[in-house]
């Protein structure tokens, strides 16, 4: 089973890239954020609760996400693997994960973080909020505070996934052309399989 954490900024990719790898791989793509976005379409008591931290760029409360999350796997029990875009995203969330993903024993093969800097970010945000119609686009404040929220909450889970999994962990220049980035991820993912089937 191929399970992938795809772990970055908003705006670094994750959610383009998680798109292409989860396609080519037939995987299960699982991004909190857009099950979020269609629960507040949908008007969910979900959705109406998320929508209050969404708007202004700060995170949905760790316990919703995380049941959240649970949900969505009891759902897609048959798939072959996962690619998890936006989760985790605070410690909480990481350790909770690692729980939840031991019990149902399908550990985590590769976490791959794409480097994008702050300027290109906030770039790419904005140029992405004149089609997206998503409001937390359209705002440079509320995409800088998204940012900050990542900087002070979500980035120290480096530390955790080197500490935790060490070489499975990998940094990718999100800077790239979007086919030359899914190359890149893909060579990782051929290596991952060379290398697990070795064992
Ligand atoms: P995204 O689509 O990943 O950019 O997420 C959009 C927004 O959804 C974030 O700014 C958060 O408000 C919320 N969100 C998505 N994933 C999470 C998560 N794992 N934890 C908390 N909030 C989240």
């Not at 500490?163 to 800077?175: A, K, L, Q, V």
């Amino acid at each position: 089973m191929m399970n992938l954490v795809f772990f970055g900024p908003p705006g670094s990719g994750k959610g383009t890239q998680a798109e292409i790898i989860a396609s080519n791989m037939e995987l299960k793509h699982i991004s909190t954020g857009d099950i979020f976005r269609k629960n507040i379409k949908e008007k969910t008591e979900l959705g109406i609760m998320a929508q209050a931290y969404m708007k202004e760029g700060k995170l949905v409360p760790d316990q919703l996400t995380i049941n959240l999350l649970s949900n969505e796997l009891d759902m897609c029990r048959s798939s072959k693997g996962f690619i998890f875009d936006g989760f985790p995203r605070t410690l909480t969330q990481a350790e909770s994960f690692d729980k939840l993903l031991s019990v149902k024993n399908m550990p985590i093969s590769l976490v791959i973080s794409l480097e994008v800097s702050e300027n290109e970010l906030v770039y790419r945000l904005l140029e992405r909020g004149k089609v997206s119609g998503r409001v937390d686009d359209q705002d440079e404040n509320i995409i800088r505070n998204r940012i900050q929220v990542y900087n002070k909450e979500t980035s120290i889970l480096k530390d955790y996934y080197v500490n935790t999994i060490n070489e499975y962990f990998i940094s990718i220049n999100g800077e790239k052309n979007i086919d030359v980035i899914s190359e890149d991820i893909s060579l990782y993912i051929k290596n991952f399989i060379v290398n697990s089937h070795k064992l």
